[in-house]
């Protein structure tokens, strides 16, 4: 779990480095793929009766919103890449 989460932080910083705005919504996208694995395990956590039921709610709140952010930036990258385009 642990290295799904900092993976989504690790891409979102490597994009930022990117030479385009195409190539940061590609990492972007990694860090969204990421978001999905950590809801994965922590699904299974709470199945395995490692998360308590009230952990995971709050901690899948959390990844789902994180993911919903990506989701909007990866737009507004892909956006101002269609603008300057134009």
Aim: hydrophobic letters at 40%.
């Amino acid at each position: 779990m642990i290295r799904a989460a900092e993976s989504i932080v690790f891409n979102v910083a490597e994009g930022c480095g990117a030479t385009s705005q195409r190539e940061f919504a590609r990492f972007l996208e990694i860090g969204i793929k990421s978001t999905l694995e950590l809801e994965s395990q922590l699904e299974l956590a709470k199945d395995y009766d490692i998360l308590k039921a009230q952990t995971w709610e709050s901690r899948s709140k959390d990844t789902v919103d994180a993911r919903r952010m990506l989701y909007g930036l990866r737009s507004r990258v892909l956006a101002y890449d269609v603008d300057r385009s134009s």
